[in-house]
C-alpha cells in the first residue's frame, strides 16, 4: 500500500485531495498520514471529510479512519461510477475544493456524473466558485473534458449554504497539452457581487476594480454586478479574468469582510490580476497547482509557464509524481515552466 505523507511542504488539505482522486483513477490503495498537520487544526474538516466520503461513494471504497479530527486514513477504491448524486458539506467548506477532489478522476467513469453540491461557493481559502465557472472550467474544456457548472445559489461564510450544479461526460484519454503563449489581452472581463448588503457595495467594488484596471491602460473592461439574498449570510467579493488571444487562463479574486471598505475590495482584485498579467503567462499562479493532476494523467508529454509556481503547486507535483510514478520538470522561475511525460491513464470504460 502507498503512503503519503500529508505534512510534506503546505502540510494542507491538498495532498489528501490529489491522493483520493489519483487513488480513485488507479484503483490503488492508498494511506494518507499527518493530514493537514501544518495546520492550527490539524485533522480531517467536515469538508474533507465530505469530499473523501463523496470519492468513496463514487468508487465503491472502504475507508479507514473517516471521521471529523482524523489525522490518518486509508482509502481502498473498487471501481468508478457516474450517476446522480447529492452532496451536503454541511458548513461554509469550498464547494470548488470538493470538486478539485473529484474532477481528476470522474472523467473515468462509465457514465456522465450530475451532482449538487451545498456548502461554500464563495470563501476563503479557496478558488471563488465564479473564477472556477469563467477560467478553469473554460481550461478543462480546452483539454477536452466536458464539464458544465452552473451556480444555483451563493453560500457564504460562517453558515454556507451554497448550492452548485455540475456535470462531467467521461472521456477515453487526456492528450498531452502545452500552454506556453499568452497572448495579448483582448478584454477583461468580471463579476462583483454581493449577498444580503446593500447594492451600492456591489457598484463600489465594481468602480473601483474597473479604475485601476482603466489606469493600467486596458481599455476593454467589463464587471457584472450581481445582488443577491438567497444566501444564508452576508458577504461580497471581486472576481476578475483576462481574455487573450490565445485563449489564455488568467484570473483573480478578492472576498469582502467586516469593516474592509468595498473599494478595497475592488482594487485588491484588480491589483492581483495586474501582478498575474505583467509575468505573461498563459496560466496564473492559482491554475498553476490545479492543472498538475491532469498533467500527470495525460497521454505524451505536456506542458505549461504560470506566473508563479507556488507551495501549493510543488506539493502536488510531490502527490502527482509518487502515486503516478511520473517526473516532473519544473523551472522555478517568474514565470515558471512545468512539463512531464504522463502515464497515459485510459478510461477502460470507453
Excluded at 7 to 18: A, D, H, M, V, Y
Aim: hydrophobic residues 40%; glycine residues 10%.
Amino acid at each position: 500500500m502507498l503512503e503519503i505523507d500529508g505534512s510534506f511542504l503546505e502540510g494542507g488539505g491538498q495532498i489528501l485531495r490529489t491522493a483520493i482522486a489519483l487513488s480513485a483513477v488507479l484503483n490503488k490503495d492508498v494511506k494518507v498520514v499527518n493530514i493537514r498537520s501544518k495546520r492550527k487544526k490539524p485533522g480531517l474538516k467536515p469538508q474533507h471529510f465530505a469530499s473523501v466520503n463523496m470519492v468513496a461513494k463514487l468508487t465503491g471504497a472502504e475507508v479507514e479512519g473517516l471521521r471529523i479530527g482524523s489525522k490518518e486514513i486509508v482509502f481502498k477504491p473498487k471501481t468508478i461510477k457516474g450517476g446522480s448524486f447529492i452532496m451536503d458539506i454541511g458548513t461554509a467548506g469550498s464547494v470548488t475544493l470538493v470538486l478539485q477532489t473529484l474532477l481528476p478522476f470522474i472523467i473515468y467513469a462509465p457514465t456522465k456524473l450530475n451532482l449538487v453540491i451545498r456548502g461554500g461557493t464563495n470563501v476563503a481559502f479557496s478558488p471563488q466558485v465564479d473564477y472556477f465557472i469563467n477560467v478553469f472550467t473554460r481550461w478543462a474544456k480546452s483539454i477536452g473534458v466536458e464539464m458544465e457548472l452552473e451556480l444555483v445559489k451563493r453560500g457564504t461564510y460562517p453558515k454556507g449554504g451554497g448550492v452548485v450544479k455540475v456535470s462531467v461526460k467521461p472521456l477515453k484519454t487526456i492528450q498531452g497539452f502545452s500552454f506556453l503563449e499568452r497572448g495579448e489581452v483582448k478584454k477583461i472581463k468580471g463579476i462583483s457581487w454581493c449577498e444580503n448588503l446593500p447594492l451600492h457595495v456591489c457598484k463600489r467594488q465594481k468602480e473601483s476594480a474597473e479604475k485601476l484596471l482603466y489606469q493600467a491602460g486596458y481599455e476593454d473592461v467589463e464587471i457584472a454586478v450581481q445582488a443577491g439574498k438567497m444566501s444564508r449570510s452576508p458577504g461580497s467579493g471581486v472576481v476578475v479574468w483576462a481574455e487573450t488571444t490565445n485563449k489564455a487562463f488568467i484570473g483573480a479574486d478578492s472576498l469582502g469582510e467586516r469593516g474592509k471598505p468595498a473599494e478595497k475590495v475592488g482594487r485588491e482584485a484588480a491589483n492581483k490580476l495586474l501582478t498575474e498579467l505583467t509575468l505573461k503567462a498563459p496560466l496564473d499562479k492559482h491554475m498553476g497547482d490545479q492543472v498538475i493532476p491532469f498533467m500527470g494523467l495525460a497521454q505524451g508529454t505536456s506542458q505549461v509557464k504560470v506566473t508563479e509556481i507556488t507551495r501549493h503547486t510543488k506539493t502536488n507535483i510531490f502527490v502527482t509524481e509518487k502515486i503516478l510514478k511520473v517526473n516532473f520538470e519544473v523551472e522555478d522561475d517568474k514565470p515558471g515552466l512545468i512539463r512531464v511525460k504522463g502515464m497515459g491513464a485510459q478510461n477502460k470504460f470507453i
